[in-house]
């Protein structure tokens, strides 16, 4: 399973990461906003992904690589800003 190699790519790059405790917004440095549209980008085919799963069986596999492909976008993303000596910019209500 091709989203295996993603799960550990996702745990390599959060383990040199502050633990996450609040919403983020997208932002910071060039390199993280643009994964960050590459991550909305991916959340939007995986969404496309869903909605076929009644018409077509085998894209169970596909929707799993998706979502992990954008949750490690995102990580990437904090990992960007953390190489650029940019904080994560946090959500506030």
Do not use: M
């Amino acid at each position: 399973d091709s989203y295996k190699e993603l799960e550990s790519a996702i745990d390599y790059f959060n383990d040199k990461l502050d633990e996450l405790r609040n919403f983020i917004l997208p932002g910071g440095s060039k390199g993280s906003a643009l994964l960050h549209v590459a991550r909305t980008i991916c959340r939007r085919a995986e969404r496309r992904v869903v909605a076929l799963q009644n018409e077509v069986n085998s894209v169970k596999n596909i929707v799993i690589f998706l979502n992990r492909l954008s949750d490690l976008l995102f990580v990437l993303s904090r990992f960007e800003n953390k190489c650029a000596g940019l904080p994560d910019i946090k959500w506030e209500k």
